[in-house]
């Protein structure tokens, strides 16, 4: 494994970091046992995984809580969250210091490394920052959290305007924002931003469904094409994407996903989610190889750097299946 610093907070934390959301929600999602998402902790922390990100609307704190009840707490950095409007509904403050309670409780902890104020759209921010954080930083003063942070909602937020108001209001030490090969503004719009006030970041959304699996990306470029938005050839292909994959180049679909993350300058922790031990394996093991080679990623920049908004919902599929992401 390989550690990064997280900002301004100072944590030596892990490259990849462990994702409990997103669609397989350790793999309770799709199938998986209590059990099954405890030995996928174990699994990546025995690979040197130390940072581990959950959320109350997850629900996945208890399990993060009974994998790491043997493991001595300065050994993982947890990360975990509370929702603030859900549904057109804004949470008092009281509600989210309820939720802070409760995911120390579920967690099994004292103190949270990182508490992160959940999907906040730009509409919610000033709410957000001038009703809940004041609440919330009693609460770090009693040493409930350690460092404040903020995550942006994606789909609702295409120019990054939440994390682009945070990181120069000077009171959220780390947020989580998405980039990925077909959304790529993050790398002009919010990296300068968060390398200049030294915010951490954690990086969602490397693979998130459409890098999963190639017909997904098939199916997105012929979207595309047909709005004038990729050219042509995109679109009659089977495999979009296959130019990535090459002697010397990337090994595969989700292998160029999360390489092309990884070494951006700005980003410190890339999260991948997953319920399933060989993909954990090759996960971690794409996000400590090199950079994809120059010439393919100057190529992804001329196809995908104009597109907004492509492969950050899932397709109906893919859906959770009642936790959110
Ligand atoms: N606004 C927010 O705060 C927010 C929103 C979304 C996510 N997040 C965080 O970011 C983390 C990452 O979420 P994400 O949405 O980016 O997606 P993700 O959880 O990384 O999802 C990746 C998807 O691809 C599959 N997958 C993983 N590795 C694969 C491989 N090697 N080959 C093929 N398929 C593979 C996974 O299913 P398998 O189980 O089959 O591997 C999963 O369905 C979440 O867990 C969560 O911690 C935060």
């Known amino acids: 494994m390989q550690y990064t610093t997280l900002g301004r907070t100072e944590l030596r934390v892990s490259v990849a970091g462990l994702g409990c959301g997103g669609f397989s929600r350790l793999g309770l999602n799709t199938g998986g046992t209590e059990a099954s998402a405890i030995a996928i902790i174990h699994a990546a922390l025995d690979l040197g995984v130390n940072l581990i990100d959950t959320a109350a609307p997850y629900a996945t704190e208890g399990v993060v809580g009974k994998a790491l009840k043997h493991v001595p707490r300065d050994k993982v950095v947890i990360a975990t969250k509370s929702s603030v409007i859900r549904g057109g509904e804004r949470y008092s403050p009281e509600r989210v210091v309820a939720s802070l309670d409760n995911s120390l409780r579920e967690l099994g902890v004292d103190c949270i490394d990182v508490f992160q104020l959940h999907a906040v759209a730009p509409s919610g921010y000033d709410y957000v920052r001038d009703t809940i954080v004041p609440a919330l930083l009693k609460e770090q003063a009693r ?82 094409a047909a709005s004038g938005q990729v050219p042509q050839w995109l679109a009659d292909t089977p495999e979009p994407l296959g130019f990535l994959v090459h002697p010397g180049g990337a090994s595969s679909l989700t292998d160029a996903a999360y390489r092309y993350v990884r070494h951006e300058p700005g980003v410190d922790v890339v999260l991948f989610g997953t319920g399933d031990q060989a993909h954990l394996r090759s996960n971690i093991e794409s996000i400590l190889k090199p950079p994809l080679p120059d010439a393919d990623r100057a190529k992804l920049a001329e196809l995908f750097s104009h597109l907004r908004g492509v492969g950050l919902v899932a397709p109906p599929r893919a859906a959770s299946k009642g936790a959110k992401s």
């Open 143 to 224: 040493g409930k959290f350690r460092f404040l942070g903020i995550t942006e909602t994606s789909p609702n937020d295409l120019e990054h305007q939440t994390l682009l108001r945070a990181v120069s209001d000077g009171m959220w030490d780390v947020v989580m924002v998405a980039f990925h090969m077909m959304s790529q503004n993050t790398r002009e719009k919010v990296f300068p931003a968060t390398l200049q006030h030294r915010v951490g970041t954690l990086l969602m959304f490397a693979v998130r469904s459409i890098f999963a699996r190639s017909d997904r990306v098939a199916e997105t470029m012929k979207q595309l």
